[in-house]
């Protein structure tokens, strides 16, 4: 951070933090130790950023004849896991945010209560997951209009990379070929299987899941085998992006005006005053740079029939930085996707050490 000219710090937990019992002292040990605010997130902000994120896929075009006009998003992560019901206006390029749920159970957790996932443990994980999804089903009726064949699924996780460069064989992780591209469901329920069949230090070795990932792949995969047995859309779009790509686009345009009205008055370390111009950083950004040295993305694909990704970082808190680039012409820059307005940070919760 200190090597960044920063206009802006803005960090936020999830789960973890909003159901800690210790979470005032440690946000007041963050805020001593660092000087860093975090701030803690609703789930239903959680959501709405991981739609922000996602919003471009809504819109990318389907091999078939007949258009989604619904959508499901889902966000497996380490303390809980969050799926958006959302309304596709195909004609507008617009979504809408019918619903949200927050279902208590990430990958972390679920290794806690069920150990690793193999052998019979895994459907109890699967069941466990079904159970909380019982109700939001009822509400919204979404098994039905899946049905009809005009409803997308959107996974964005470790969790569903991993299963995606599985299924594709690749390997090490290439965001370029994973980010956008859209598999068939069997291919993902075999990459799952073939998973399953690999011990623990088997999958150590795998390179798409590693020593890190290997006690957490599997209790992932319990999550979105659930969400796909519930909901069996045909195809699924894997996004290797989330809440932090969400939190860029929708915050990236309130940084400026927040700090051209309050940069005087703020002199802690993460909060200092700016005195050069603000403009968003989406313009400097370039695509996170592949594990094996390309930077290029070539944008939405689907591959029909088989299905890679290391898995991310199940831990819950991103920080996203804003720099301080040089000055670009207010008619160049690119405004939010999605027709909602971007929800406030919320500043009551808890946070876990």
């Known amino acids: 951070m200190k090597q960044w ?26 805020q001593h130790e660092t000087g860093l605010t975090i701030d803690i997130i609703t789930a239903r902000e959680e959501a709405e950023l991981a739609l922000e994120s996602c919003s471009p896929l809504f819109r990318q075009p389907e091999h078939k004849p007949v258009q989604a006009d619904r959508g499901v998003l889902f966000d497996i992560g380490g303390g809980s896991t969050e799926v958006a019901w959302v309304r596709i206006d195909p004609e507008r390029q617009t979504q809408t945010l019918i619903g949200t749920t927050s279902v208590p159970v990430g ?24 159970d909380y999804l019982k109700d939001f089903e009822t509400v919204h009726r979404i098994r039905r209009e899946v049905t009809h064949g005009k409803t997308r699924l959107i996974g964005t996780s470790g969790t569903v990379t991993t299963l995606a460069g599985v299924a594709l064989s690749l390997p090490r992780y290439n965001r370029a070929a994973i980010d956008g591209l859209t598999l068939p ?14 011990d623990r230090d088997e999958l150590a070795e795998h390179p798409c899941v590693g020593a890190e990932r290997m006690k957490f792949v599997l209790p992932g995969c ?10 069996p859309v045909e195809d699924v779009t894997i996004a290797d992006r989330g809440l932090r790509d969400g ?10 005006s927040a700090f051209r009205q309050g940069a005087q008055h703020d002199q802690s370390p993460c909060h200092a005053p700016v005195t050069g111009p603000i403009r968003d950083i989406r313009h400097d950004m370039k695509p996170p740079r592949s594990r094996s040295g390309s930077s290029k993305d070539t944008g939405p694909k689907r591959i029909p029939g ?6 991310s970082n199940p831990g819950e808190n991103d920080a996203t930085l804003i720099p301080q680039p040089p000055a670009r012409p207010a008619t160049d820059r690119i405004a939010p996707h999605g027709p909602w307005t971007p929800p406030r940070p919320s500043s009551a919760g808890s946070i876990a050490s």
């Not at 088989?306 to 898995?311: I, P, R």
């Open 222 to 231: 319990a999550i979105f085998e659930a969400i796909h047995r519930l909901w």
């Open 5 to 30: 000219p920063l206009v802006h710090v803005r960090a936020v937990a999830t789960e973890a933090c909003r159901q800690a019992a210790n979470g005032r002292e440690f946000l007041a040990r963050v």
């Open 247 to 256: 939190d860029v686009a929708a915050y990236g345009p309130r940084s400026r």
């Open 306 to 311: 088989k299905a890679l990704k290391s898995a």
């Open 185 to 198: 469901g069997p291919s993902m329920v075999d990459a799952i299987g073939s998973l399953r069949r690999l």
């Open 107 to 130: 990958v972390i957790t679920l290794q806690e209560m069920f150990g690793e996932g193999h052998g019979p443990s895994y459907e109890t994980m699967v069941s466990h997951v079904q």
